[in-house]
């Protein structure tokens, strides 16, 4: 999933869109080697439902080194603030949540040695709230758009983590609708699929929609 600025500002903590505006301002200041590169629409694996890992494989040297060029591929991308393994192309039940989005919740400056990502093993969204909210969103694989998606505003889901342990999270906003757009990336959607506004990057007069929306 991605963020842009005008994202960033809509943020219901001043605190936290000061924050992001200063990531946005140091782009370029963490980066890594792209291990794979992240598909693009309409790869057909970005339209499959994803297999679940067998929890006795998560520690496996092929589980644990695609969660490892995951990580990689996702702090390369600047704006990025979560990643599906399908997007990689590897059809099976994993996301990653950067520690970008940890160190917003704490209103800190962003720092890959100290704010990590969370990896979701076999997620299941266990529970939603009735109440939705209209929020935009980008995607990694759907390079220079960006749309508007209802999306519940909490949402709890349970997993496994890169060490094979049982966890849970409760959450609201930003995190929330990470799960969610990730969630439906294993599911084989994106968000285009259910958007019900999508412009794009390149449209002229696009920056003047961007700041009215």
């Given at each position: 999933m991605l963020i842009n600025e005008v994202m960033a500002s809509r943020l219901p903590s001043k605190t936290m869109s000061r924050?992001?505006?200063?990531?946005?301002?140091?782009?370029?200041?963490?980066?890594?080697?792209?291990?794979?590169?992240?598909l693009q629409?309409?790869?057909?694996?970005?339209?499959?439902?994803?297999?679940?890992?067998?929890?006795?494989?998560?520690?496996?040297?092929?589980?644990q080194t695609l969660i490892k060029d995951m990580k990689d591929a996702l702090l390369e991308e600047h704006y990025g603030v979560a990643i599906a393994a399908p997007q990689i192309g590897e059809s099976i039940r994993i996301f990653i949540v950067s520690g970008r989005v940890f160190a917003a919740r704490k209103a800190e400056e962003y720092d890959p040695k100290k704010h990590f990502p969370e990896v979701y093993i076999n997620p299941n969204i266990v529970s939603t709230s009735?109440?939705?909210t209209e929020m935009q969103e980008g995607c990694l694989s759907v390079r220079g758009k960006w749309g508007k998606v209802m999306r519940a505003e909490r949402t709890t889901i349970e997993a496994y983590d890169e060490s094979g342990e049982k966890i849970s999270r409760g959450a609201s906003g930003l995190l929330a609708q990470i799960f969610q757009h990730e969630m439906d990336h294993l599911n084989g959607i994106l968000y285009i699929d259910k958007a019900i506004d999508v412009w794009d990057d390149t449209d002229e007069g696009n920056e003047e929609k961007n700041e009215k929306e």
């Amino acid at each position: 999933m991605l963020i842009n600025e005008v994202m960033a500002s809509r943020l219901p903590s001043k605190t936290m869109s000061r924050l992001w505006r200063l990531f946005f301002f140091a782009k370029g200041k963490y980066s890594s080697l792209v291990m794979r590169e992240i598909l693009q629409e309409p790869s057909p694996v970005l339209h499959q439902k994803a297999e679940e890992v067998p929890v006795a494989n998560i520690l496996s040297d092929k589980i644990q080194t695609l969660i490892k060029d995951m990580k990689d591929a996702l702090l390369e991308e600047h704006y990025g603030v979560a990643i599906a393994a399908p997007q990689i192309g590897e059809s099976i039940r994993i996301f990653i949540v950067s520690g970008r989005v940890f160190a917003a919740r704490k209103a800190e400056e962003y720092d890959p040695k100290k704010h990590f990502p969370e990896v979701y093993i076999n997620p299941n969204i266990v529970s939603t709230s009735k109440k939705q909210t209209e929020m935009q969103e980008g995607c990694l694989s759907v390079r220079g758009k960006w749309g508007k998606v209802m999306r519940a505003e909490r949402t709890t889901i349970e997993a496994y983590d890169e060490s094979g342990e049982k966890i849970s999270r409760g959450a609201s906003g930003l995190l929330a609708q990470i799960f969610q757009h990730e969630m439906d990336h294993l599911n084989g959607i994106l968000y285009i699929d259910k958007a019900i506004d999508v412009w794009d990057d390149t449209d002229e007069g696009n920056e003047e929609k961007n700041e009215k929306e």
